[in-house]
């Protein structure tokens, strides 16, 4: 029953988005085992799980690009240890239940030597119980909640965490934008906004900073009136609402519309282009954290972005920065490692140090977490202008 169910749906998505979303890898081949030719003649196996479709399709999407990106860049290099890489993508639709899924059928199927995913921090936490269980190696572009790589020694990241983010936000509307009163507006369904409203929480107050109201909501409302009325008397000075962007986006409408004029402030969770689509010019003067800034990007990180739009037609976001840098990570480890078994690739992975990527350097730390600057961005004229950078 699970595995017909989960054909069909490899098969829609193969209908639905054309091969060029999933690897060409043929489906016939798919669990019969090893061929006639021996392991050395055949692709290493990337598995990739993603929110191809759904309401944070962006994320997916962008990370998929630049994992393709980064891939094929490899490979016209020649591959790793004499052999061609391959990315399998599945889509996991935003959905906790789809993303383990993925994960099992990426390592038990398409037989994966490391898994890349997931953006969403609810969805790594999923997903790398089951990579954990089955020791594959994987790497998260873009989860930021600390519980992510506490699921266990095979999960690793290549961003920063929500402490430091939250912290970044809370310093920069107490100190920068001298605030001295904010209202929090959280998503309760899921583990990244939570945890950064607790990180900002912490941080604002800690800075003699007081929280004027906490609403919440979530993931999928589409009604933000009775938390926005509520904040409206609040005498709040802004707005701290640490959310995925189709849901900032209506907060930022109907604060407009209810005449809310305070700014918003948010998280990473915001970097989409449908973001701005959505909210329009409810978001004008509001600012975020964000991982990337194609404004002050470094010589390899301009390259990212020219090979990226040349290729795409389109701006990567910092999505596409960290899912370029995940795929570059594990190829950097798949180099390193004596073998291509999971221990090995994981202890390889443990060792990466100074390794420049297009986010920035990277070093793995003991906890399997990436120290990493953190950027600050105004949203001015429907774009994100450079504010600031902070350091860990
Ligand atoms: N950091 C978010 C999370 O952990 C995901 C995200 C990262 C979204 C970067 C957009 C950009 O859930």
Same mark, same amino acid.
């Given at each position: 029953?699970?595995?017909?169910?989960?054909?069909?749906?490899?098969?829609?998505?193969?209908? /639905?988005?054309?091969t060029?979303?999933?690897?060409?890898?043929?489906?016939?081949?798919?669990?019969?085992g090893p $061929?006639?030719?021996?392991? @050395? $003649?055949?692709p #290493?196996?990337?598995g990739?799980?993603?929110?191809?479709?759904?309401s944070?399709?962006h994320?997916?999407?962008d990370?998929?690009?630049?994992?393709?990106?980064?891939?094929?860049?490899?490979?016209?290099?020649?591959g790793?240890? +004499?052999?061609?890489?391959?990315?399998?993508?599945?889509?996991d639709?935003g959905d906790?239940a789809?993303?383990?899924?993925?994960?099992?059928?990426?390592?038990d199927?398409?037989?994966?030597?490391?898994?890349?995913g997931?953006?969403?921090?609810?969805?790594?936490?999923?997903?790398?119980?089951?990579?954990?269980?089955?020791?594959?190696?994987?790497? $998260?572009?873009? !989860?930021?909640?600390?519980?992510?790589?506490?699921v266990?020694?095979?999960?690793f990241?290549?961003?920063?965490?929500?402490?430091?983010?939250?912290?970044?936000?809370? &310093?920069?509307?107490?100190?920068?934008?001298?605030?001295?009163?904010?209202?929090?507006?959280?998503?309760?369904?899921?583990?990244? !906004?939570?945890?950064?409203?607790?990180?900002?929480?912490?941080?604002f107050? /800690?800075?003699?900073?007081?929280?004027?109201?906490?609403?919440?909501?979530?993931?999928?409302?589409?009604?933000?009136?009775?938390?926005?009325?509520?904040?409206?008397? $609040?005498?709040?000075?802004?707005?701290?609402?640490?959310?995925?962007? !189709?849901?900032?986006?209506? #907060?930022?409408?109907?604060?407009?519309?209810?005449?809310?004029?305070v700014?918003?402030?948010?998280?990473?969770?915001w970097d989409?282009?449908?973001?701005?689509? #959505? +909210?329009?010019?409810?978001?004008?003067g509001?600012?975020?954290?964000?991982?990337?800034a194609?404004?002050?990007?470094?010589p390899?990180?301009?390259?990212?972005v020219?090979?990226?739009k040349?290729?795409?037609?389109?701006?990567?976001?910092g999505?596409?920065?960290?899912?370029y840098?995940?795929a570059?990570?594990?190829?950097?480890?798949?180099?390193h490692?004596?073998?291509?078994s999971?221990?090995?690739?994981?202890?390889?992975?443990?060792?990466?140090?100074?390794?420049?990527?297009?986010?920035?350097?990277?070093?793995?730390?003991?906890?399997r &977490?990436?120290?990493?600057? @953190?950027?600050?961005?105004?949203?001015?004229?429907?774009?994100?202008?450079y504010?600031?950078?902070v350091?860990?």
């Amino acid at each position: 029953m699970m595995l017909s169910s989960r054909r069909l749906f490899v098969s829609v998505l193969l209908a /639905g988005l054309g091969t060029g979303l999933v690897g060409c890898k043929k489906k016939e081949s798919a669990g019969a085992g090893p $061929s006639g030719a021996g392991e @050395a $003649s055949k692709p #290493i196996v990337i598995g990739h799980y993603a929110s191809m479709t759904g309401s944070t399709a962006h994320y997916g999407q962008d990370t998929d690009k630049a994992v393709r990106l980064a891939i094929e860049q490899v490979n016209q290099q020649g591959g790793v240890k +004499g052999r061609k890489l391959e990315v399998v993508t599945l889509d996991d639709r935003g959905d906790s239940a789809e993303a383990s899924n993925a994960v099992a059928r990426l390592i038990d199927v398409e037989k994966a030597s490391a898994i890349i995913g997931e953006v969403a921090s609810s969805l790594s936490l999923s997903g790398g119980r089951v990579a954990q269980r089955r020791k594959v190696p994987m790497v $998260s572009p873009s !989860s930021t909640n600390p519980k992510v790589t506490e699921v266990g020694d095979y999960i690793f990241r290549v961003c920063f965490l929500d402490p430091f983010q939250g912290k970044v936000m809370a &310093n920069f509307a107490r100190n920068t934008l001298k605030l001295e009163s904010v209202a929090i507006l959280k998503d309760v369904k899921n583990d990244y !906004s939570i945890g950064l409203a607790d990180a900002f929480r912490a941080a604002f107050t /800690g800075a003699g900073g007081k929280i004027a109201v906490e609403q919440s909501y979530s993931q999928g409302d589409t009604d933000f009136s009775a938390q926005i009325t509520a904040i409206k008397g $609040s005498g709040a000075q802004a707005i701290f609402t640490p959310g995925y962007y !189709s849901e900032v986006g209506s #907060i930022a409408r109907t604060a407009q519309r209810l005449g809310v004029k305070v700014p918003l402030l948010g998280g990473d969770g915001w970097d989409a282009p449908d973001l701005v689509k #959505i +909210g329009g010019d409810a978001l004008e003067g509001s600012y975020f954290s964000n991982h990337f800034a194609p404004d002050v990007a470094t010589p390899k990180a301009q390259k990212f972005v020219a090979d990226f739009k040349a290729k795409y037609k389109q701006e990567p976001t910092g999505l596409g920065a960290l899912g370029y840098d995940a795929a570059a990570v594990i190829i950097e480890a798949m180099r390193h490692a004596p073998n291509l078994s999971g221990d090995a690739i994981r202890s390889a992975l443990g060792k990466i140090k100074d390794f420049e990527g297009v986010s920035g350097k990277i070093t793995i730390n003991g906890e399997r &977490n990436a120290d990493k600057s @953190a950027v600050v961005l105004k949203i001015v004229d429907g774009k994100y202008k450079y504010e600031t950078t902070v350091e860990p």
